[in-house]
């Protein structure tokens, strides 16, 4: 059943639903405020536009890589149990 949440936003009230627990929105709430402060620090940017862009740019980033990271370890999980394996036929 979906719920209801209201979030802030950068100052910007939304409403969302959810199936997600609110623990969970609320920490999907409080890592996006936290990564527009991050490009306010950073940037001369002062539109609220540009700032959600630039963060959803850098959490784009950090998924990426994370997706990379988690795909070189499947195949090194696998090489390792391969060579397991072995040893043990």
């Not at 402060?37 to 940037?43: L, P, Q």
């Not at 630039?54 to 696998?78: C, D, F, P, Q």
């Amino acid at each position: 059943m979906k719920k209801v949440i209201e979030l802030k936003i950068d100052g910007h009230r939304l409403v969302v639903k959810s199936e997600e627990g609110e623990d969970y929105i609320r920490t999907v709430e409080n890592y996006l405020n936290t990564k527009i402060e991050e490009v306010k620090e950073n940037t001369k940017a002062v539109s609220t536009l540009d700032l959600a862009l630039l963060a959803a740019l850098n959490i784009t980033g950090e998924v990426i890589k994370t997706k990379e990271m988690l795909e070189r370890l499947g195949r090194r999980s696998e090489d390792l149990a391969k060579r397991i394996d072995r040893r043990t036929i």
